[in-house]
């Protein structure tokens, strides 16, 4: 984080930066850095490892809240963009810290009705503004086709599954090794009969 520092010594982050992962949600890694003058930056950062192709595209998080800067849809000011994966392994933007509550049960178990009502409205308001942008006057007509989203969602998902199909096998095959390891050393329930293993007598397990 020392190299990061230096790279953005703009907004003069600390040379040892005290980091906080958010713990809510499951989007991209993202992280309360503190300045120099104890303001709060967050950094949001791909993830490292082998992606799904188009997953986890932070420049296009980027592209679209710079387009929306100004306009009636609440995002936070955007104050760097770094595609260079000599930094931080992985390309990465910065953006001001907004407070806020983080509610990670959308039950919002925590709220009375009327504060629940008052989110959920809040919610549904921010979504009709989005959809009220003229997405040519923001520069964003490129960013996506016109028409079509469902069915072009459903043959993403088709092919992700496919690409998951090597990785449920090999878990299978795994599932199956230590199971036969259970019953050679003793430790599973005979009782448990073989085939669905979801049984309602909770008998089928492998073994654990």
């Known amino acids: 984080m020392q190299c990061l520092g230096r790279q953005l010594h703009p907004i003069a ?24 003058r104890n303001n709060k930056v967050v950094l949001r950062r ?15 998080e980027h592209r679209v809240m710079l387009a929306l800067q100004g306009s009636s849809v609440p995002v ?30 959308v039950t919002l178990p925590t709220l009375c009705a009327a504060d629940r009502a008052k989110v959920w409205k809040h919610a549904c308001e921010t979504l009709a503004a989005l959809h009220r942008v003229d997405v040519i006057a923001v520069g964003l007509q490129r960013h996506g086709k ?10 993403v998902w088709a092919q992700q599954f496919g690409m998951l199909e090597e990785y449920v096998i090999e878990a299978a095959g795994e599932r199956a090794r230590t199971g ?29």
């Open 13 to 36: 982050l600390r040379s040892e930066l005290p980091l906080l992962n958010a713990a809510a949600g499951m989007s991209n890694p993202t992280y309360l850095l503190t300045t120099v």
């Open 46 to 60: 791909k993830p490292d490892g082998a992606l799904l192709p188009s997953a986890h595209d932070v420049l296009r």
């Open 76 to 105: 936070p000011r955007l104050l760097g963009l770094c595609e260079d994966e000599a930094i931080l392994g992985v390309p990465f933007y910065l953006m001001e810290y907004v407070p806020g509550r983080v509610f990670e049960d």
């Open 146 to 155: 016109a028409g079509g989203y469902a069915e072009r969602q459903l043959r």
């Open 180 to 208: 036969a390891e259970a019953v050679r050393s003793g430790t599973h329930d005979s009782n448990g009969g073989g085939g669905g293993g979801s049984g309602d007598g909770g008998d089928g397990g492998g073994g654990n």
